[in-house]
Structures are given as structure tokens and as C-alpha cells.
């Protein structure tokens, strides 16, 4: 049995935190392996190891109102807003068996991504170390944290994102990047996103969903 939490907050910052907390409960098996589907108000969300100079416009974000907030997984700078959907796979290792090498592990969690992707109409395919691409662009990253042998894997999604914004914020964009709405013949939403990625995520973990919210304990340890 896996837990699915449907969130609907927006504020970076305390996702963030839910991140790392539901990480910390699950470690302590505080609660169930996770699902978790979210969304962001406009931010900057930077790798534990970025070098926000390098990467990140600091007035260009302050002119449009973009907040920035470190993570505690690796990777780069990413974009998001209200049209990019994330989701976070936070599990003990030995339940899904998850393999040693990082590379595998981001192999692993992003097949039933990119088969939701396929259902909604989007060719996608796996692009080392991290990335799902499409026509030769960036849909999706992935990065991950492990705490002793729990794992916090979470990846974004650009369903509907001001890409206009994304270039001005960011100083290097490695690759290009779309929107699958744009690369899809269906009309797609943010909820269709949710819906299809949970339902490939619960057949690729062959498992059943208990959707739930957080505990009172994992949002006060995100406070």
C-alpha cells in the first residue's frame, strides 16, 4: 500500500520543507511510501550544490516576482509556476527494490512518466543522466536525496509553463524545453497530468493508493 497525497499549496518554500519532512517520517516509518503531486507559484528552485550567480538572473527574478528556494537534492536550476507539475516518489529502497547506481535509479522512476506521457499523446523517452525528452526537447528532470536507505525522488513536469519567463530567469538553459501541452493533439490540463501520472505510477508500482494529506506531524516538521 502506497500513500498518494494530492497537494494543492503553492508556496516554494513550504514545499520544499514537505519534502524533506515526509523524507524524515518515512525513515522513520512514520508513515507509507509516497506519492506526492504538487504545483509551485513562480520560483526558482535551485540544486543543493548551485551556484545561484552562475545560473540564476537575481534581478530578473526580483523584477518579475519569482522566488528562489534551494532544495536538498543535486541537479541544476529549474523554472516553475503554476503550469508545471511535480512529483515526488519518497520510499524505502527495499520495497521497490530500487537499484544501488543513481542513473539506474532515474532509469527506473522515469517509465511510468513517460508512460503517462505516451497516454497523453506525447512521445517521450529517457535522456541520460536525468532527463525525458521529447522531439528534441526537455520536458521533464528528475533529481534525487537519500537518507539512509529512504529515498526522495522528485521530478518536474512543464505541462503550461511562461517559457518567456523560464529564459529570463535562468542565465544557461543546458537544452531547450517545451510544454507538452504544446506537443500534444489533446487539449491537456494540469488535473489530466495528475490524474494520468498517478494512475501509471500505480500500475508500475503495483500497488494500491490510500490518498491522504500529510500527518500533523509532517507539516509541523515542515514548519
Not at 97 to 108: A, F, Q, R, T
Not at 126 to 143: M, Y
Request: hydrophobic share 40%; with cysteine.
Amino acid at each position: 500500500m502506497w500513500r498518494l497525497v494530492n497537494d494543492y499549496a503553492t508556496d516554494p518554500k513550504m514545499n520544499m520543507a514537505k519534502e524533506e519532512a515526509i523524507l524524515r517520517a518515512r525513515e522513520e516509518d512514520e508513515c507509507l511510501d509516497t506519492l506526492r503531486l504538487w504545483v509551485n507559484e513562480r520560483s526558482v528552485i535551485i540544486g543543493c550544490f548551485v551556484n545561484v550567480k552562475r545560473e540564476v538572473n537575481l534581478e530578473m527574478c526580483e523584477r518579475n516576482a519569482v522566488d528562489l528556494v534551494r532544495r536538498i537534492s543535486g541537479g541544476g536550476a529549474v523554472y516553475q509556476d503554476l503550469g508545471n507539475l511535480n512529483f515526488s516518489v519518497i520510499t524505502k529502497s527495499s520495497l521497490i527494490k530500487l537499484p544501488d547506481d543513481v542513473l539506474e535509479v532515474y532509469e527506473l522512476v522515469s517509465k511510468p512518466l513517460i508512460t503517462a506521457l505516451r497516454n497523453l499523446g506525447v512521445e517521450a523517452k529517457f535522456h541520460p543522466p536525468n532527463s525525458i525528452f521529447s522531439n528534441g526537447r526537455k520536458v521533464s528532470g528528475l533529481a534525487l536525496h537519500r537518507l539512509y536507505d529512504t529515498w526522495l525522488i522528485h521530478g518536474t513536469l512543464l505541462v503550461d509553463v511562461d517559457l518567456g519567463t523560464l529564459y529570463k530567469v535562468l542565465l544557461r538553459p543546458k537544452v531547450l524545453v517545451a510544454n507538452i501541452s504544446e506537443l500534444s493533439a489533446q487539449k491537456l490540463t494540469l488535473n489530466d497530468t495528475r490524474f494520468a501520472l498517478a494512475k501509471c505510477f500505480q500500475e508500475f508500482l503495483d500497488t494500491n493508493f490510500e490518498v491522504d494529506e500529510l500527518s500533523e506531524n509532517e507539516l509541523k516538521e515542515a514548519e
